[in-house]
């Protein structure tokens, strides 16, 4: 028999009008996180109603495994649990925070021998020195949340007050982060469909903060656009990533590498001669670089994005459009772009064994790229399934858990020499 976590609304904003209180005495911030387990319904309907109860039970005790105070986790909906953190020193680490829950609860659910994921939207509010009451916060996280559901999942540290002090103690951390050198890469493999072999990497930023844990990458981008630190992050990733690229060479290892370019950057002048310089300091050969690009951001203004890309591709620089099949895409579009890769965008191949339309936007992309001679990389691959029917329909290059997560320079060592 199934017992389902109570309903306590009640008792939920009794303890949070404690803990808010409390904050009047401390000159602290308290935190609250709001999660919506946004596809319940289709995992009753997909699995039926007891394995609904059993991921909601699954949902309460991760949260309650993660909280490091008793009374601070409630069920307060059907589908709704609150997370409260009180006595935040540093109010924007509430970020760690998110990223964390999001992480824990998006972990794969074994339940009577079947894999169930719960699909999550989290909001959240931030209160310092008790500005509002427990029912404001909540409404705060509810209108976080409504954000949340329309941005597919972001993270928005924006609140309707005292903005530009919540953000400002993260702001700082991440300039001295980025002064000091000490955010790190991890790459993931991408795999040859042809062969089987991984002979590339995507380079993806991390930022661990001592005692605290991994901040998300979109919170570091989102810092770096607002700051003006856009082009410095970039040039960072960049000369870290080549050197990594250069140090395997040195053991005959064949790769080629993958950095993202944020939207902001797609017109900067200067970043032609950054990706130039960076390739001649190391030595490394100008096709063992990919420029990954969002097809959205060279769409914002499609003649003059399509103008600096080709730059880059007449230089011997690969590119590649992420996300593809989001955005633009037409027929003309395959025409005209100056790229040599598409990665089909995860949302596609996440649903495609049970969704005949996914399948066929898929399959369509695949044929036409290669009819204009581009690659083809499926990202979000997440079971052999999925893999052997992207293999089946001739994609050239798959990205996902099922193959490797992104690690650590060392790890991706060892995956690829197959240690």
Known sequence: MITLPNIERQ????????????????????????????????????????YGDQALC???????????ITDTVFRIGDHQFVFILPSLKTPSFIALAFNKINNVLKEEMLIDGAS??????????????????AENTLLVAESSLK???????????????DDNQQSQALDELFESTLKDNDFELFYQPKINMHTGVADSAEALLRWHIPGEGFISPMVAIEIAEKTGHSFDL???????????????????????????????LILEPELFTLVQDSLAIWGVQKNHLTLEIT???????????FDGLLKFKESGVNLSIDDFGTGYSSLSYFKQIPANELKID???VTNMLSSPEDQQIVKIIIDIGHIFDLKLVAEGIEDQQTYDFLRELGCDYGQGYHMSKPLPADEFLKFIQGN
């Not at 904003?13 to 387990?37: C, P």
């Not at 169930?116 to 500005?131: E, H, P, Q, S, T």
């Not at 250069?246 to 080629?256: P, R, V, Y």
Request: charged share 20%; proline share 1%; glycine share 4%.
């Open 346 to 348: 995860q949302s596609f």
């Open 234 to 264: 970039t040039k960072w990733v960049m000369q870290t990533a080549i050197r990594q690229l250069k140090a395997w060479e040195k053991l005959n290892l064949d790769l080629t590498i993958a950095i993202n370019i944020s939207a902001d």
């Open 11 to 50: 008792l939920f904003f009794t303890s949070l009008s404690k803990h808010i209180n409390a904050t009047k005495n401390d000159g602290s911030t308290l935190g609250l996180l709001l999660v919506d387990i946004v596809n319940l319904a289709q995992i009753n309907h997909q699995f039926g109603y007891q």
């Open 116 to 133: 169930v994921n719960c699909d999550i939207r989290i909001g959240l509010a931030l209160n310092k020195n008790a500005n509002f009451s």
């Open 147 to 161: 954000q949340s559901k329309k941005d597919n999942g972001a993270l928005n540290l924006s609140q309707p007050e």
């Open 295 to 305: 097809e959205t951001a060279v769409m914002e203004d499609k003649e003059a994005g």
């Open 58 to 68: 699954q949902c309460h005790s991760r949260l309650l495994s993660i909280s490091r």
